[in-house]
């Protein structure tokens, strides 16, 4: 007897199963089909991890790590996370552990947190107005609440991380962790001095390289290791990989780490997403990977030129990585503003506090752009000129309904010259109709 009999609905596709789900998924195609996806945390990531992800292996639990089960008929998911593993230290190279469940990668924070704190314990980390990420300590996060952060930032006159208040920080905090990395810094991160630092202290350096994973990977920026004790980050973003994190860790924290993950902050991990882990760390593996992330930081540099050209003010100068942090107050906006305008012609950034913010987090006076996404599409030097100058245009004709679809259509004319991974255009012109 057939599935179909017990349940005919088992057999289904999406389509005729829930045609109201099909359809919000059919307008996101054509968003991302018509719109420049120029978020810094975004990219599209590949066929082949979204069939794993997609895959059966979502239908098995497997509470613990490879060989340490909770439950029977694991052996082959355990052999598909320790590909995972295997392949992410073979990605990264110096590193010693890895833990490739985490959901996140500000569960991955979290874990770190916890296997390497107590619950009010103190740690260091850049404040996030100044370029660091909302699992670094603010207040209405569980690293703001159950830890006690002191923050160092920038300096004023460059943007650049200012030493002289890490140093503060760290004298003043005598913290378990000091934490290095961010979500809005556009250069290069000294690992080596933060190590020199925290280990002076007697701190341990946790590196949190969510953005820069795959620049990294690809050989293009310092490598974390060997300096830190810890390593998250997420692994989608610049590595192309699904949702979702991992922690790196010395061999001599690998058990705390570990135990961190699970029990301490998760329950059974996503066989299927660590499946689609691996695939990606495969293919970051393959000289291909580092020929895209050499064109992604050639096409950051080029569109920080062009938007500083066409009066943005790009803080720190310009960017050693796929990010641009930029203050609009130059231009008359603020970030909501100017991420609004641009949205309306189909180019696609987030607002961003910059150094020294005077306006709230929803307001801002900046914004964040980022080439991943673009980059993998195929877009070069000559569209990242364009994409400049179409947001310095659409700030200008925010109130004027007539020039911003103007803009539109030339957006969307030139989107549709790099079509997206994954997108058929005729499966989804026939389902539109």
């Known amino acids: 007897m057939s599935n179909a009999a017990h349940d005919p609905m088992m057999n289904l596709s999406l389509r005729k199963v829930d045609p109201e789900l099909d359809a919000i998924f059919v307008k996101e195609a054509v968003r991302q089909r018509d719109h420049i996806e120029l978020i810094a945390s975004e990219n599209y990531t590949y066929a082949a991890v979204r069939e794993a992800q997609g895959s059966i292996l979502t239908n098995k639990y497997a509470e613990g790590l490879p060989g340490k089960r909770y439950y029977a008929g694991c052996d082959y998911v355990d052999e598909a996370e320790n590909l995972a593993r295997s392949r992410a230290l073979q990605l990264f190279v110096g590193s010693e552990h890895v833990n490739v469940q985490p959901h996140s990668g500000a569960s991955a924070n979290t874990a770190t947190f916890t296997a390497a704190m107590s ?26 609440k159950w830890f006690k952060p002191t923050f160092y930032g920038v300096r004023a006159e460059d943007g650049l991380v200012d030493w002289d208040a890490v140093q503060r920080a760290v004298d003043e905090a005598k913290p378990k962790v000091v934490i290095a990395g961010a979500s809005a810094y556009p250069r290069v991160l000294d690992f080596e001095k933060f190590a020199a630092i925290a280990h002076a202290a007697g701190a341990k350096l946790m590196v949190d390289m969510a953005h820069i994973s795959g620049v990294v990977a690809a050989g293009l920026h310092p490598s974390p290791f060997p300096h830190a004790d810890y390593v998250t980050t997420t692994t989608h973003k610049t590595l192309r990989g699904p949702r979702g994190g991992m922690i790196f860790a010395r061999t001599d924290e690998a058990a705390a780490i570990d135990r961190a993950v699970f029990p301490g902050n998760q329950g059974g991990p996503l066989m299927h997403v660590i499946a689609a882990k691996a695939v990606a760390y495969k293919l970051a593996l393959q000289p291909e990977f580092r020929a895209y992330m050499q064109r992604t930081l050639d096409n950051a540099k080029a569109l920080a030129a062009a938007l500083a050209a ?35 012609v189909g180019v696609t950034i987030n607002k961003n506090s910059i150094p020294g913010e005077t306006r709230s987090p929803m307001v801002t006076s900046g914004v964040r752009y980022g080439t991943p996404a673009a980059t993998t599409r195929g877009m070069g030097l000559a569209e990242m000129e364009q994409i400049a100058q179409w947001s310095v245009e659409a ?38 109709s």
Not at 323 to 334: F, M, N, Q
């Open 395 to 432: 700030i200008a004709a925010r109130e004027d309904s007539a020039k911003l679809e103007q803009i539109r259509r030339e957006v969307v004319k030139v989107a549709q010259r790099f079509p997206v991974p994954g997108n058929d255009a005729a499966e989804l012109a026939a389902r539109e």
């Open 310 to 344: 066409r009066g943005f003010g790009v803080i720190t100068g310009g960017t050693d990585i796929h990010l641009i942090l930029c203050d609009v107050t130059p231009l008359g906006v603020t970030g909501k503003e100017a991420t609004a305008a641009l949205e309306a």
């Open 119 to 144: 619950p009010g314990d103190p740690f260091v980390a850049m404040s996030l107005d100044q370029g660091g990420h909302l699992s670094h300590g603010a207040s209405v996060n569980i690293s703001g």
